[in-house]
Protein backbone atom coordinates (compact mmCIF):
# COMPACT_ATOMS: atom_id res chain seq x y z
CA UNK A 1 0.00 0.00 0.00
CA UNK A 2 1.29 3.42 -1.02
CA UNK A 3 1.32 5.96 1.98
CA UNK A 4 -0.98 9.11 1.08
CA UNK A 5 0.43 12.56 0.14
CA UNK A 6 -0.52 13.75 3.70
CA UNK A 7 1.09 10.84 5.44
CA UNK A 8 4.33 11.62 3.59
CA UNK A 9 4.16 14.97 4.05
CA UNK A 10 3.15 14.24 7.91
CA UNK A 11 5.97 12.19 8.29
CA UNK A 12 8.85 14.03 6.47
CA UNK A 13 8.43 17.39 8.73
CA UNK A 14 9.28 15.63 11.95
CA UNK A 15 12.00 13.56 10.44
CA UNK A 16 13.54 14.27 7.18
CA UNK A 17 16.47 15.96 8.72
CA UNK A 18 17.74 12.64 10.63
CA UNK A 19 18.23 11.05 7.03
CA UNK A 20 20.96 12.05 4.34
CA UNK A 21 19.60 11.93 0.40
CA UNK A 22 21.73 10.14 -2.31
CA UNK A 23 21.14 11.05 -6.17
CA UNK A 24 22.44 9.79 -8.99
CA UNK A 25 21.69 11.02 -12.74
CA UNK A 26 21.35 9.44 -15.74
CA UNK A 27 21.01 11.82 -18.79
CA UNK A 28 20.12 10.91 -22.47
CA UNK A 29 21.37 13.62 -24.89
CA UNK A 30 20.41 14.06 -28.44
CA UNK A 31 23.57 14.47 -30.53
CA UNK A 32 23.38 17.39 -33.09
CA UNK A 33 23.82 15.17 -36.13
CA UNK A 34 22.05 15.69 -39.39
CA UNK A 35 21.93 11.68 -40.08
CA UNK A 36 20.93 8.86 -37.87
CA UNK A 37 23.61 6.86 -35.89
CA UNK A 38 23.34 3.52 -38.05
CA UNK A 39 22.22 4.77 -41.56
CA UNK A 40 21.29 8.02 -43.45
CA UNK A 41 17.95 9.40 -42.42
CA UNK A 42 16.93 12.90 -41.24
CA UNK A 43 17.08 13.55 -38.04
CA UNK A 44 15.02 16.43 -38.29
CA UNK A 45 12.20 17.38 -35.99
CA UNK A 46 8.81 17.74 -36.66
CA UNK A 47 8.50 16.02 -40.30
CA UNK A 48 5.54 13.51 -41.17
CA UNK A 49 5.56 10.56 -39.05
CA UNK A 50 7.37 7.73 -40.64
CA UNK A 51 8.94 9.65 -43.26
CA UNK A 52 12.67 9.93 -42.36
CA UNK A 53 12.68 5.86 -42.10
CA UNK A 54 14.77 2.90 -43.96
CA UNK A 55 15.41 -0.66 -43.39
CA UNK A 56 18.24 0.03 -40.88
CA UNK A 57 16.24 2.10 -38.33
CA UNK A 58 12.96 -0.53 -39.40
CA UNK A 59 15.51 -2.95 -38.36
CA UNK A 60 14.69 -5.22 -41.63
CA UNK A 61 15.91 -8.29 -41.91
CA UNK A 62 19.50 -8.37 -44.05
CA UNK A 63 20.10 -4.59 -43.19
CA UNK A 64 23.36 -3.65 -41.59
CA UNK A 65 24.25 -0.30 -39.66
CA UNK A 66 27.10 1.89 -40.42
CA UNK A 67 28.10 4.05 -37.54
CA UNK A 68 28.20 7.66 -38.30
CA UNK A 69 31.84 9.37 -37.48
CA UNK A 70 30.04 12.47 -37.05
CA UNK A 71 28.22 11.06 -33.61
CA UNK A 72 31.87 9.44 -32.30
CA UNK A 73 33.64 13.05 -32.66
CA UNK A 74 30.57 14.72 -30.91
CA UNK A 75 30.18 11.95 -28.00
CA UNK A 76 34.27 12.30 -28.08
CA UNK A 77 33.83 16.53 -27.84
CA UNK A 78 31.43 15.68 -24.65
CA UNK A 79 33.65 13.16 -22.70
CA UNK A 80 36.67 15.59 -23.06
CA UNK A 81 34.52 18.62 -21.78
CA UNK A 82 33.21 16.51 -18.77
CA UNK A 83 36.89 15.40 -17.79
CA UNK A 84 35.99 11.29 -18.69
CA UNK A 85 38.74 9.53 -20.07
CA UNK A 86 38.08 8.03 -23.54
CA UNK A 87 38.83 4.28 -24.38
CA UNK A 88 40.64 3.64 -27.30
CA UNK A 89 38.28 1.02 -27.95
CA UNK A 90 34.68 0.49 -27.02
CA UNK A 91 32.29 -1.68 -28.04
CA UNK A 92 28.20 -1.63 -29.18
CA UNK A 93 26.06 -4.12 -27.15
CA UNK A 94 22.64 -5.20 -28.09
CA UNK A 95 19.99 -4.16 -25.18
CA UNK A 96 17.17 -6.52 -25.68
CA UNK A 97 13.55 -6.00 -24.80
CA UNK A 98 10.16 -5.77 -26.25
CA UNK A 99 8.22 -2.61 -27.22
CA UNK A 100 6.23 -1.52 -29.58
CA UNK A 101 8.42 1.76 -30.21
CA UNK A 102 11.59 -0.39 -30.86
CA UNK A 103 11.21 -2.21 -34.05
CA UNK A 104 14.24 -4.47 -34.02
CA UNK A 105 13.26 -5.56 -30.90
CA UNK A 106 16.87 -4.50 -29.43
CA UNK A 107 18.47 -1.29 -28.82
CA UNK A 108 22.61 -0.80 -30.30
CA UNK A 109 23.95 0.21 -26.68
CA UNK A 110 27.35 0.37 -25.31
CA UNK A 111 27.20 -1.54 -22.26
CA UNK A 112 30.06 -3.66 -20.59
CA UNK A 113 32.94 -0.84 -23.28
CA UNK A 114 31.59 2.32 -22.68
CA UNK A 115 32.91 4.84 -24.97
CA UNK A 116 34.26 7.12 -21.72
CA UNK A 117 34.47 6.48 -17.97
CA UNK A 118 35.57 8.10 -15.28
CA UNK A 119 35.01 12.25 -15.83
CA UNK A 120 33.56 14.74 -13.27
CA UNK A 121 31.58 18.39 -13.43
CA UNK A 122 31.92 20.77 -10.99
CA UNK A 123 28.77 22.16 -10.05
CA UNK A 124 28.31 25.37 -7.66
CA UNK A 125 24.74 24.85 -5.32
CA UNK A 126 23.53 26.57 -2.30
CA UNK A 127 26.37 28.77 -1.59
CA UNK A 128 29.13 26.01 -2.10
CA UNK A 129 31.05 24.34 -5.54
CA UNK A 130 31.53 20.48 -5.83
CA UNK A 131 32.56 18.07 -8.36
CA UNK A 132 30.31 15.13 -9.66
CA UNK A 133 31.68 12.35 -10.60
CA UNK A 134 30.80 10.80 -13.96
CA UNK A 135 30.57 7.46 -13.95
CA UNK A 136 30.26 6.82 -17.73
CA UNK A 137 29.68 7.74 -21.35
CA UNK A 138 28.12 6.13 -23.83
CA UNK A 139 26.66 6.36 -27.43
CA UNK A 140 23.04 4.78 -28.71
CA UNK A 141 20.54 5.27 -30.36
CA UNK A 142 16.75 6.46 -29.79
CA UNK A 143 13.97 4.45 -30.11
CA UNK A 144 10.79 5.51 -31.73
CA UNK A 145 7.64 7.40 -30.33
CA UNK A 146 4.34 6.25 -29.54
CA UNK A 147 1.12 8.30 -29.96
CA UNK A 148 -1.44 8.02 -27.76
CA UNK A 149 -3.46 10.96 -28.85
CA UNK A 150 -4.32 13.01 -31.56
CA UNK A 151 -6.27 10.70 -33.76
CA UNK A 152 -10.12 10.32 -34.20
CA UNK A 153 -9.15 6.86 -32.98
CA UNK A 154 -6.53 7.32 -30.67
CA UNK A 155 -9.25 5.51 -27.72
CA UNK A 156 -8.81 2.18 -29.28
CA UNK A 157 -5.30 2.56 -30.57
CA UNK A 158 -1.79 3.62 -30.35
CA UNK A 159 0.40 5.33 -33.46
CA UNK A 160 3.94 4.98 -33.64
CA UNK A 161 6.07 7.59 -35.60
CA UNK A 162 9.52 5.55 -35.87
CA UNK A 163 11.41 8.72 -37.49
CA UNK A 164 13.44 8.78 -33.61
CA UNK A 165 14.54 5.71 -33.93
CA UNK A 166 18.34 5.28 -34.56
CA UNK A 167 18.89 9.41 -33.65
CA UNK A 168 21.75 9.36 -32.04
CA UNK A 169 22.08 9.68 -28.23
CA UNK A 170 24.39 9.77 -25.69
CA UNK A 171 23.75 8.35 -22.05
CA UNK A 172 26.09 10.35 -19.00
CA UNK A 173 25.35 8.55 -15.86
CA UNK A 174 26.67 10.39 -12.74
CA UNK A 175 28.21 9.01 -9.38
CA UNK A 176 25.61 9.42 -6.71
CA UNK A 177 27.11 11.73 -5.28
CA UNK A 178 24.73 14.62 -5.59
CA UNK A 179 23.08 15.34 -1.77
CA UNK A 180 20.29 17.51 -2.56
CA UNK A 181 17.55 18.48 -4.95
CA UNK A 182 19.03 21.58 -5.48
CA UNK A 183 22.84 20.11 -6.22
CA UNK A 184 20.31 17.62 -8.90
CA UNK A 185 19.33 20.43 -10.76
CA UNK A 186 22.12 22.43 -10.37
CA UNK A 187 24.06 19.54 -11.72
CA UNK A 188 21.26 19.06 -14.60
CA UNK A 189 21.68 22.44 -15.68
CA UNK A 190 25.31 22.77 -15.30
CA UNK A 191 25.37 19.70 -17.82
CA UNK A 192 22.69 21.36 -20.28
CA UNK A 193 24.84 24.16 -20.58
CA UNK A 194 28.10 23.06 -20.92
CA UNK A 195 26.43 20.88 -23.56
CA UNK A 196 25.18 23.43 -25.29
CA UNK A 197 28.76 25.33 -25.07
CA UNK A 198 30.12 22.84 -26.82
CA UNK A 199 27.53 22.61 -29.47
CA UNK A 200 27.06 18.45 -29.15
CA UNK A 201 23.24 19.16 -28.73
CA UNK A 202 20.54 21.52 -28.31
CA UNK A 203 19.34 20.49 -25.22
CA UNK A 204 15.73 21.33 -25.81
CA UNK A 205 13.47 19.26 -23.45
CA UNK A 206 10.87 20.25 -24.83
CA UNK A 207 11.78 18.47 -28.04
CA UNK A 208 13.30 15.14 -26.15
CA UNK A 209 17.13 16.11 -26.68
CA UNK A 210 17.90 15.97 -23.01
CA UNK A 211 16.08 13.79 -20.68
CA UNK A 212 17.05 12.93 -17.33
CA UNK A 213 16.15 9.67 -15.08
CA UNK A 214 16.89 10.55 -11.18
CA UNK A 215 18.11 7.68 -8.92
CA UNK A 216 17.11 8.40 -5.45
CA UNK A 217 18.16 7.13 -1.80
CA UNK A 218 18.04 8.08 1.71
CA UNK A 219 19.90 6.58 4.32
CA UNK A 220 19.99 7.90 8.32
CA UNK A 221 22.87 10.57 8.53
CA UNK A 222 25.87 8.69 9.87
CA UNK A 223 25.16 5.56 7.77
CA UNK A 224 28.04 3.89 6.08
CA UNK A 225 25.63 2.23 3.65
CA UNK A 226 23.99 3.70 0.65
CA UNK A 227 20.29 3.27 0.63
CA UNK A 228 17.89 1.28 -1.47
CA UNK A 229 17.26 3.47 -4.61
CA UNK A 230 14.16 4.21 -6.79
CA UNK A 231 14.58 5.09 -10.60
CA UNK A 232 11.75 8.34 -11.13
CA UNK A 233 11.39 8.57 -14.83
CA UNK A 234 9.37 10.90 -16.63
CA UNK A 235 10.82 14.18 -16.07
CA UNK A 236 10.45 15.98 -18.52
CA UNK A 237 11.50 19.94 -17.21
CA UNK A 238 13.66 21.13 -14.70
CA UNK A 239 11.27 22.32 -12.44
CA UNK A 240 9.56 18.71 -12.27
CA UNK A 241 13.15 17.13 -11.57
CA UNK A 242 13.50 19.36 -7.91
CA UNK A 243 9.99 18.44 -7.12
CA UNK A 244 9.75 15.00 -7.88
CA UNK A 245 13.00 14.48 -5.90
CA UNK A 246 11.70 15.77 -3.21
CA UNK A 247 8.09 13.90 -3.27
CA UNK A 248 10.17 10.45 -3.70
CA UNK A 249 12.79 11.51 -0.73
CA UNK A 250 10.11 12.50 1.74
CA UNK A 251 8.26 9.14 0.92
CA UNK A 252 11.42 7.11 1.13
CA UNK A 253 11.61 9.21 4.42
CA UNK A 254 8.26 7.71 5.36
CA UNK A 255 8.19 4.62 4.27
CA UNK A 256 11.58 3.48 6.61
CA UNK A 257 9.84 5.76 9.82
CA UNK A 258 6.82 3.48 9.22
CA UNK A 259 8.81 0.46 9.49
CA UNK A 260 8.73 -0.07 5.69
CA UNK A 261 11.22 -1.29 3.42
CA UNK A 262 12.45 0.37 0.17
CA UNK A 263 11.70 -1.33 -3.00
CA UNK A 264 13.99 -0.91 -5.43
CA UNK A 265 12.09 0.18 -8.51
CA UNK A 266 11.58 2.03 -11.25
CA UNK A 267 8.31 5.07 -10.35
CA UNK A 268 7.06 7.70 -12.67
CA UNK A 269 6.28 11.00 -11.85
CA UNK A 270 2.92 11.76 -12.05
CA UNK A 271 2.39 15.66 -12.81
CA UNK A 272 -0.53 16.08 -12.50
CA UNK A 273 -1.11 13.50 -8.91
CA UNK A 274 2.52 15.95 -7.78
CA UNK A 275 3.60 12.17 -7.14
CA UNK A 276 5.70 9.61 -8.10
CA UNK A 277 3.98 6.18 -8.70
CA UNK A 278 5.13 2.64 -9.28
CA UNK A 279 5.41 1.26 -12.78
CA UNK A 280 4.06 -2.06 -12.92
CA UNK A 281 6.28 -4.60 -12.23
CA UNK A 282 5.59 -6.04 -16.04
CA UNK A 283 7.83 -3.06 -17.42
CA UNK A 284 11.09 -2.94 -15.36
CA UNK A 285 11.14 -6.58 -14.46
CA UNK A 286 13.76 -6.64 -17.48
CA UNK A 287 16.39 -8.78 -18.22
CA UNK A 288 18.12 -7.44 -21.14
CA UNK A 289 19.95 -10.17 -22.34
CA UNK A 290 22.97 -7.49 -23.67
CA UNK A 291 25.37 -9.13 -26.14
CA UNK A 292 28.16 -7.53 -28.31
CA UNK A 293 26.79 -6.51 -31.58
CA UNK A 294 27.63 -8.13 -34.24
CA UNK A 295 26.86 -6.36 -37.14
CA UNK A 296 29.34 -3.60 -35.83
CA UNK A 297 33.19 -3.69 -35.10
CA UNK A 298 34.38 -2.21 -31.96
CA UNK A 299 34.57 1.75 -31.75
CA UNK A 300 38.15 2.74 -32.30
CA UNK A 301 39.39 6.64 -30.94
CA UNK A 302 42.94 7.11 -32.36
CA UNK A 303 45.16 9.22 -30.27
CA UNK A 304 45.08 11.48 -33.11
CA UNK A 305 41.23 11.90 -33.37
CA UNK A 306 41.41 12.76 -29.65
CA UNK A 307 43.79 15.31 -29.56
CA UNK A 308 41.89 16.67 -32.80
CA UNK A 309 39.08 16.76 -30.91
CA UNK A 310 40.39 17.96 -28.12
CA UNK A 311 42.30 20.99 -29.82
CA UNK A 312 39.08 21.94 -31.19
CA UNK A 313 37.47 22.57 -28.34
CA UNK A 314 35.21 25.46 -27.42
CA UNK A 315 36.07 27.51 -24.19
CA UNK A 316 33.81 25.86 -21.69
CA UNK A 317 31.26 28.02 -19.64
CA UNK A 318 33.76 28.05 -16.20
CA UNK A 319 36.67 29.58 -18.15
CA UNK A 320 34.71 32.11 -20.08
CA UNK A 321 33.35 33.26 -16.83
CA UNK A 322 36.99 33.44 -15.47
CA UNK A 323 37.49 35.52 -18.63
CA UNK A 324 35.17 37.81 -19.03
CA UNK A 325 36.37 39.04 -14.84
CA UNK A 326 39.86 39.17 -15.60
CA UNK A 327 39.86 40.77 -19.61
CA UNK A 328 36.54 43.08 -19.04
CA UNK A 329 36.32 43.93 -15.23
CA UNK A 330 33.34 42.29 -14.82
CA UNK A 331 31.74 41.43 -11.24
CA UNK A 332 31.74 37.50 -10.80
CA UNK A 333 28.18 38.23 -10.70
CA UNK A 334 27.76 39.62 -14.10
CA UNK A 335 30.02 37.40 -15.63
CA UNK A 336 27.94 34.70 -14.39
CA UNK A 337 24.88 35.85 -16.20
CA UNK A 338 26.40 36.64 -18.78
CA UNK A 339 27.82 33.59 -19.66
CA UNK A 340 24.82 31.83 -18.45
CA UNK A 341 24.29 30.82 -22.17
CA UNK A 342 26.93 30.81 -24.80
CA UNK A 343 24.45 33.11 -27.14
CA UNK A 344 24.46 35.36 -24.52
CA UNK A 345 28.32 35.45 -23.74
CA UNK A 346 28.70 35.55 -27.78
CA UNK A 347 26.28 38.96 -27.60
CA UNK A 348 28.37 40.70 -24.48
CA UNK A 349 31.71 40.27 -26.42
CA UNK A 350 30.94 41.45 -29.69
CA UNK A 351 28.96 44.37 -27.89
CA UNK A 352 32.29 45.18 -25.83
CA UNK A 353 34.37 44.70 -28.82
CA UNK A 354 32.92 48.32 -30.21
CA UNK A 355 30.84 49.90 -27.24
CA UNK A 356 33.40 52.29 -25.14
CA UNK A 357 33.11 50.17 -22.24
CA UNK A 358 32.84 46.51 -21.66
CA UNK A 359 31.06 47.41 -17.98
CA UNK A 360 28.37 49.51 -19.25
CA UNK A 361 27.45 46.89 -21.87
CA UNK A 362 26.96 44.55 -19.38
CA UNK A 363 24.85 46.43 -17.45
CA UNK A 364 22.90 47.34 -20.70
CA UNK A 365 22.64 43.69 -21.80
CA UNK A 366 21.36 42.38 -18.26
CA UNK A 367 19.10 45.04 -17.11
CA UNK A 368 17.32 47.10 -20.58
CA UNK A 369 18.20 44.18 -23.05
CA UNK A 370 17.49 40.95 -20.74
CA UNK A 371 14.37 43.07 -19.88
CA UNK A 372 12.87 44.07 -22.96
CA UNK A 373 13.92 40.10 -24.50
CA UNK A 374 11.43 39.06 -21.60
CA UNK A 375 8.88 40.78 -22.06
CA UNK A 376 8.29 40.05 -25.68
CA UNK A 377 9.18 36.55 -24.48
CA UNK A 378 12.28 36.18 -27.00
CA UNK A 379 15.64 34.96 -27.04
CA UNK A 380 19.01 36.24 -26.96
CA UNK A 381 19.29 35.20 -30.51
CA UNK A 382 16.00 37.44 -31.61
CA UNK A 383 17.08 39.92 -30.19
CA UNK A 384 15.57 43.35 -32.13
CA UNK A 385 19.10 45.31 -31.35
CA UNK A 386 22.20 43.75 -32.64
CA UNK A 387 25.54 43.71 -31.01
CA UNK A 388 26.97 46.68 -33.06
CA UNK A 389 23.93 48.70 -32.78
CA UNK A 390 23.77 48.46 -28.91
CA UNK A 391 27.66 49.63 -28.96
CA UNK A 392 26.46 52.61 -31.32
CA UNK A 393 23.86 53.68 -28.66
CA UNK A 394 26.53 53.10 -26.07
CA UNK A 395 28.45 55.43 -27.65
CA UNK A 396 26.06 58.25 -28.10
CA UNK A 397 25.77 57.88 -24.33
CA UNK A 398 29.45 57.73 -23.47
CA UNK A 399 29.95 60.96 -25.69
CA UNK A 400 27.21 63.51 -23.97
CA UNK A 401 24.99 63.18 -27.03
CA UNK A 402 22.70 61.19 -24.90
CA UNK A 403 21.81 61.34 -21.13
CA UNK A 404 21.89 58.16 -19.38
CA UNK A 405 17.67 58.26 -19.54
CA UNK A 406 17.57 59.36 -23.03
CA UNK A 407 19.51 56.58 -23.81
CA UNK A 408 17.24 53.99 -22.31
CA UNK A 409 14.50 56.19 -24.08
CA UNK A 410 16.40 55.40 -27.68
CA UNK A 411 16.63 52.32 -26.81
CA UNK A 412 13.13 51.14 -26.47
CA UNK A 413 12.54 53.08 -29.69
CA UNK A 414 15.08 50.58 -31.17
CA UNK A 415 13.48 47.26 -29.58
CA UNK A 416 10.15 48.86 -31.12
CA UNK A 417 11.40 50.03 -34.61
CA UNK A 418 14.39 48.31 -35.20
CA UNK A 419 16.27 51.54 -36.25
CA UNK A 420 19.63 52.40 -35.03
CA UNK A 421 20.10 54.90 -32.69
CA UNK A 422 21.91 58.13 -34.70
CA UNK A 423 18.52 57.37 -36.85
CA UNK A 424 16.49 58.05 -33.74
CA UNK A 425 18.24 60.79 -32.60
CA UNK A 426 18.35 62.71 -35.78
CA UNK A 427 14.50 62.07 -36.69
CA UNK A 428 13.24 62.57 -33.08
CA UNK A 429 15.33 65.51 -32.15
CA UNK A 430 16.34 63.64 -29.17
CA UNK A 431 20.14 65.19 -29.15
CA UNK A 432 21.27 65.90 -25.31
CA UNK A 433 21.49 69.91 -24.29
CA UNK A 434 25.10 70.38 -23.43
CA UNK A 435 25.28 73.91 -24.90
CA UNK A 436 26.25 76.35 -21.79
CA UNK A 437 24.09 79.44 -22.83
CA UNK A 438 21.05 76.88 -23.79
CA UNK A 439 20.99 75.34 -20.48
CA UNK A 440 21.71 78.96 -18.16
CA UNK A 441 18.62 80.05 -19.74
CA UNK A 442 16.61 77.38 -18.77
CA UNK A 443 17.57 77.37 -15.25
CA UNK A 444 17.31 81.17 -14.88
CA UNK A 445 13.09 80.73 -16.63
CA UNK A 446 12.40 78.17 -13.83
CA UNK A 447 14.07 80.02 -11.22
CA UNK A 448 12.21 83.01 -12.13
CA UNK A 449 9.37 81.17 -11.59
CA UNK A 450 9.79 80.02 -8.48
CA UNK A 451 11.22 83.15 -6.89
CA UNK A 452 9.28 81.76 -3.45
CA UNK A 453 11.02 79.05 -3.37
CA UNK A 454 14.61 80.62 -4.00
CA UNK A 455 13.63 82.45 -0.81
CA UNK A 456 13.22 79.06 1.24
CA UNK A 457 15.99 77.49 -0.32
CA UNK A 458 18.40 80.20 0.67
CA UNK A 459 16.95 80.37 4.37
CA UNK A 460 18.28 76.66 4.60
CA UNK A 461 16.04 73.99 2.68
CA UNK A 462 18.62 72.63 1.08
CA UNK A 463 16.08 69.81 -0.43
CA UNK A 464 14.69 72.25 -3.05
CA UNK A 465 17.68 71.72 -5.24
CA UNK A 466 16.66 68.37 -6.48
CA UNK A 467 13.00 70.26 -7.06
CA UNK A 468 14.95 72.86 -9.04
CA UNK A 469 16.77 70.20 -11.26
CA UNK A 470 13.73 68.87 -11.54
CA UNK A 471 11.72 71.61 -12.99
CA UNK A 472 15.12 72.00 -15.61
CA UNK A 473 15.17 68.74 -16.95
CA UNK A 474 11.16 68.42 -17.54
CA UNK A 475 11.39 72.20 -18.70
CA UNK A 476 14.19 70.69 -21.40
CA UNK A 477 11.87 67.55 -22.28
CA UNK A 478 14.63 65.38 -20.68
CA UNK A 479 17.26 66.44 -23.14
CA UNK A 480 19.62 68.64 -20.80
CA UNK A 481 22.64 67.08 -19.61
CA UNK A 482 22.20 67.12 -16.03
CA UNK A 483 25.75 67.73 -14.67
CA UNK A 484 25.67 71.04 -16.61
CA UNK A 485 22.07 72.20 -15.28
CA UNK A 486 23.66 70.79 -11.45
CA UNK A 487 26.44 72.85 -11.94
CA UNK A 488 24.55 76.00 -13.34
CA UNK A 489 22.23 76.19 -11.04
CA UNK A 490 24.18 76.10 -8.05
CA UNK A 491 26.07 78.90 -9.71
CA UNK A 492 22.96 80.71 -10.11
CA UNK A 493 21.91 80.18 -6.48
CA UNK A 494 24.74 81.10 -4.87
CA UNK A 495 24.14 84.86 -6.96
CA UNK A 496 26.73 84.37 -9.38
P1 LIG B 1 21.58 0.01 -11.90
O1 LIG B 1 22.32 -1.25 -11.72
O2 LIG B 1 20.24 0.05 -11.28
O3 LIG B 1 21.60 0.51 -13.32
P2 LIG B 1 23.83 1.66 -11.29
O4 LIG B 1 24.74 1.29 -10.19
O5 LIG B 1 24.25 1.40 -12.67
O6 LIG B 1 22.40 1.06 -11.03
O7 LIG B 1 23.55 3.21 -11.14
C1 LIG B 1 22.61 3.88 -11.93
C2 LIG B 1 22.49 5.28 -11.37
O8 LIG B 1 22.02 5.24 -10.05
C3 LIG B 1 23.80 6.05 -11.30
O9 LIG B 1 23.55 7.40 -11.66
C4 LIG B 1 24.21 5.95 -9.85
O10 LIG B 1 24.94 7.08 -9.44
C5 LIG B 1 22.88 5.92 -9.15
N1 LIG B 1 22.89 5.18 -7.89
C6 LIG B 1 23.44 3.98 -7.65
N2 LIG B 1 23.20 3.58 -6.38
C7 LIG B 1 22.48 4.57 -5.80
C8 LIG B 1 21.91 4.75 -4.51
N3 LIG B 1 22.02 3.84 -3.54
N4 LIG B 1 21.23 5.89 -4.28
C9 LIG B 1 21.08 6.81 -5.24
N5 LIG B 1 21.59 6.69 -6.46
C10 LIG B 1 22.28 5.58 -6.75
ZN1 LIG C 1 17.16 4.92 -41.42
MG1 LIG D 1 23.34 0.59 -14.57
Known amino acids: MELTREEIAAVAERKREAYEVVIGLEVHVQLKTASKI ?22 LPGALPVLNRKAVALAVRAALALNCGVNPSSQFSRKNYFYPDLPKGYQISQYDRPLAEQGWLQIEAEDSSKRVGITRLHLEEDAGKSLHEGFPDSDAKTYLDFNRCGVA ?41 LRCDAN ?83 LTVKAELLEKIRGEMPELPAARKARFIGQYGLTEYDAEVLTGTRALADFFEATARKAPEPKTAANWIQTELLGALKEAGKEIQESPVAPAALAELLQLVQDGTLSGKMGKAVFQKMVGSGKSAPEIVAAEKMEQITDPAAIEKLCREVLEKNADKIEQYRKGKQALFGFFVGQVMKASRGQANPARVNDTLKRLLAGN
Open 216 to 298: VSVRRKGAGALGVKTEVKNLNSFRYLARALEYEINRQVAVLENSGRIEQETRLWNLAGGRTEPMRSKEYAHDYRYFPEPDLLP
Open 169 to 209: LIEIVSEPDLRSPQQAYAYLTTLKQVLEYIEVSDCDMEKGS
Open 38 to 59: FCACSTRFGDPPNTNVCPVCLG
